[in-house]
């Protein structure tokens, strides 16, 4: 019974947790509206200067590192196969590094081409692509920090798992970093079409 | 019931007593207890005042002339910007649910702890280092932030002040406020004893609960805008910055997104706290025990939808303009249904006026002046003519200092004799209260004449014509001053000189009054089971009268 309220207590916890963390986006997603809106011919020129094969690579990492960790859950809560549950959370973390990776990459392009903000050839374009770009790498630089930090909790729940402080029996603390993976993915599902795909 | 935990009373051990791992400060300091924890924040948040008070009455000094040189114009922009930084969002924003709410919430509602205690220990460190950091950043750096507590841009971005290091800690106090609502809402919905429906919760724990939600839902949006403050002040984003296509006028929204709503944060659960005062000095069950549950709830949402009416004037469309004000007069309606429900209350009661209902009496009196000269405000012509002069300040000063300041007064005599079982003076706290009183309204009554005049907020100097009122409001402040010295200087020669306090003072029918005085680390001996509201007062007497039948 105890046990029993304590996990639902973490749950509710931890979804009101994720709505902060919307909302903290949700500030975001307003300016990208009121600025789209505004100059919605700048926002599409500057979004031909993304990468949409490396937006779509990136999609794709993620998408499948969410798949890794409901595995990796699944793993320890049905089968309580712990050794399956750290390769999949290895798996999770390792798709994480591919993604800043290939963000990297892509950040270095932009900032070779003097696409941020400060630089001349930037800030000679019209106002609408300055704004896309100031949007561009806040939007992105805050979700990367997510990943970072979800990366981080999810090398956690590895000792979790070895020392046996999440196990079978015992899973919320493990629902909870996976959930919290699941909003670094979902914020980007909703980043990915803004940014690159709408034009 | 009751005299079951009077026996008990000699085993229990008070919750400030060291029987833990680590003794004395250090225990104090690591403790995950609500207890502990809610007096950690009770000093941290008073010392904080206490600091924010002097910076005020500076301010009040530099204004006895009009050509005082008591202060550069430059220190004086600095003096209001921290005045209003630490008592906004180190005294006012966290000061009852972090003070009042983990203290006592788990103890109304018949839980041991918080749901997330280690949580709760964690919150509070943060909010220390944002503290901190503020504080921090006024040595450090290109000097003090001068900005106003508003952070506006373009100001804020073009001014050359440490204000990306300050922004930062309002960013770390903001982040430690939404922790503390994650944790109350959780706690309210978790750990109630059996028993204990929604509608069997002491007001307080409806005031504290809202609150709590708003905590959650608004203050990200702050969070982000203040980032985005820092972005464009190290890295020129642009969002905010003309030069570059942004728009200042969306800083304005972003920030009254929250801050707005912050107002609600401040002054709601003060009005719980009140409404569970009025039914235990009356005597009588609280009128309308619904609509004042839900009167929070319908503040804490139309209240999030009101932000415009800082934006009068600021250039937003006249659409927007009427529909905010209208909102703005929508919103007044839930407060009053609050104040007149307080007021029925009292209707053929048995009124006593001991020092906690005499708080909350001056709180319905100064929250009535601060909520009518609201309207003056919420109305789009005679804002025109008020908005930036000492009327706007004047009004603030009475929801705020009126409202929350004398509901955390009240809320800090009603529950002193609990917390650390001793008895205060009452008659030097009703003397403190009427020089509270009185210097409060020479004070800010002759702001809101002064602002009414035309006298413009945040200005060091001013016309020669202004003088005499001006040095009236600086006599008023004093004798503020003074009211909150005896006041506090009563409580805390209380702290180490007071009487042993009974269990039931004041004759509550809530849980906190059912255990004894301190409570024990546990709360609870054993979890109570509920049967009824928490205004039930035909049956239960204080201990002195109970003695005299005996």
Known sequence: MEEREKTVGSRIGMWLFLLSEILIFGGLFLLYAVYRAKHPVDFHNASLDLSRFDGTLNTAILLTSSLTAVLAIYSLQELNKPKRTILFLAITIACGLAFLVVKAFEWGAKFEHGLYPRAAVLLAKPPGEILYFGLYFTMTGLHALHVIIGMC????????VRRGKASHEHTPVLENVGLYWHLVDIIWIFLFPLFYLIS | MASHSEARAHEHEAWFLDNGKRPGLRGFLTSTNHKRIGMLYLVAVLTFFGVAVILGVLMRIQMLSPDSKFVSGQTYNVLFTVHGI?????????????????FFLPILIGGRDMSFPRLNLFSFYLYLAGAAVVLVSLALGTGPVDTGWTFYVPYSLNS?????????GVFLLGMSSILTGINIVTT??????????????????WGLYSTAWVQILATPVIGITLLLIILERVFGIGVFDSTKGGDPLLYQHLFWIYSHPAVYIMILPSMGIISDLFPVFSRKNIFGYKTIAFSSLAIASVGSLVWGHHMFVSGQSDTASVLFSLLTFLV?????????????????????????????????????????????????????????????????HYIIFGGMGFGLFAALHYWFPKMFGKTYDYKFATVSFFVLFVGFNLFYMTLLILGWAGMPRRYYSYLPKYTDLQVIATVGSWILVV?????????????FKGKKAEANP??????????????????????????QGPYVFTKRKTDAEKEKKE
Do not use: C
């Open chain 1, 153 to 160: 909790l999810l090398g956690v729940m590895i000792g979790y």
């Open chain 2, 86 to 102: 630490m008592m906004i969002f180190m005294v006012v924003i966290p000061g009852i649910p972090t003070i009042f709410g983990n």
């Open chain 2, 160 to 168: 050359t002040v440490n204000a990306p290091m300050a922004v930062f």
């Open chain 2, 188 to 205: 309210t919905h978790q750990m109630r004893a059996p028993g204990m429906t929604f509608f069997r919760m002491p007001l307080s724990v």
């Open chain 2, 332 to 396: 007044a309606v839930p407060s009053a249904i609050k104040v007149f429900n307080w007021i029925a209350t009292m209707y053929k009661g048995s009124v006593k006026v001991d020092p906690p209902f005499l708080y909350a009496l001056g709180f319905i009196a100064l929250f009535s002046i601060g909520g009518l000269t609201g309207l003056i405000l919420g109305a789009l012509s005679t804002d025109v003519y008020t908005h930036d002069t000492y009327f706007v300040v004047g009004h603030f």
């Open chain 2, 483 to 495: 009211g909150l010295g005896m006041m506090f200087g009563n409580l805390i020669y209380a702290f």
């Open chain 2, 506 to 531: 004041w004759g509550g029918a809530t849980l906190e009054w059912q255990i004894p005085s301190p409570p024990s680390a546990e709360n609870f001996e054993e979890i109570p089971i509920i049967t």
